[in-house]
């Protein structure tokens, strides 16, 4: 059994949300999108690559359709269309992204750029994350920072790449041949990743059902932040195990 949940809050001192996260069980899509571009710029980012995905997702057939090509015609229609709406708004939206789909079989596909991450936990362990696209990471890569550092680096809003930027956006994919009971992917805004271990959050999606561990997860953020923070948005996706058959029952004649 799948369960499934997602949310988004503004934080302790932002006045708008430039976040937007997409949960569709319907479609087996789940996404979440960082806006970044001051005044409404971000959010108009953001908006555009929850727009874009929906659109070329629902023509989606995952019996004869490419999952990996499809995720990164997405990423790729979004960077075009935040282009053409910086043009015309004369603003500078840029968004991350960060997408996984679920196919009927139980395989999984994901895709991201930028900052946004996505993780997969198999009970409390952390099987694999993705990769930032971000100047702290080639710190981290380079063996000069460790990631705990990393995470409050005063440089680590910087980015390599993302969309809507002036070059191609970096686009980094991952599958998973066959999701497991017990199985939990996150993806997550920075605003909520900067605050927690990774066995921390492992610790929180194991023991608590989406809806529960999204809430923690949210609370305990912002309070970590202390005041300050960015946008907090994350979907939790866990594949429960089945229910046991309850033993037939003896009936004597």
């Known amino acids: 059994m799948l369960e499934a949940y997602g949310l988004s809050d503004p934080g302790c001192v932002r006045t708008n949300n430039e976040d937007y996260f997409l949960l569709a069980p319907s479609l087996d899509l789940y996404l979440v999108a960082d ?34 090509a499809m995720l990164k015609q997405i990423v790729e229609e979004a960077h075009i269309v935040i282009k053409l709406t910086a043009i015309s708004a004369e603003q500078e939206p840029h968004s991350t992204l960060a997408a996984f789909l679920i196919n009927p079989g139980g395989d999984c596909h994901w895709v991201h750029t930028g900052d946004s991450r996505i993780y997969h936990y198999q009970g409390s362990k952390l099987v694999h994350r993705t990769v930032d696209h971000s100047y702290v990471q080639t710190l981290v890569d380079k063996g000069e920072i460790t990631e705990e550092e990393a995470n ?8 390599m790449g993302c969309l809507g930027t002036e ?3 970096p686009i980094t994919h991952h599958f998973i041949p066959q ?3 017990e199985d939990v992917l996150l993806a997550c805004s920075d605003g909520v ?3 927690f271990s990774a066995s921390e959050m492992g610790s929180a999606l194991s023991m608590l059902s ?6 923690f997860l949210i609370q305990k953020a912002r309070s970590r932040a202390r ?7 994350l979907v939790i996706v866990k594949l429960e195990p089945l229910a046991p058959e309850p033993p037939p029952r003896l009936v004597l004649g």
Do not use: C
């Open 35 to 68: 806006g970044m571009g001051g005044r409404s710029g971000g959010r108009k980012a953001s908006d555009q690559v929850m727009l874009t995905a929906k659109q070329l997702f629902e023509r989606y057939a995952p019996e004869t359709d490419d999952a990996p």
């Open 193 to 195: 990743w900067h605050y």
């Open 167 to 169: 070059d191609a956006p």
């Open 210 to 215: 989406p809806r529960e561990a999204t809430e």
């Open 179 to 181: 999701l497991r009971p």
């Open 227 to 233: 005041g300050g923070g960015d946008n907090l948005s």
């Open 152 to 159: 409050v680096h005063p440089q680590s809003n910087i980015l």
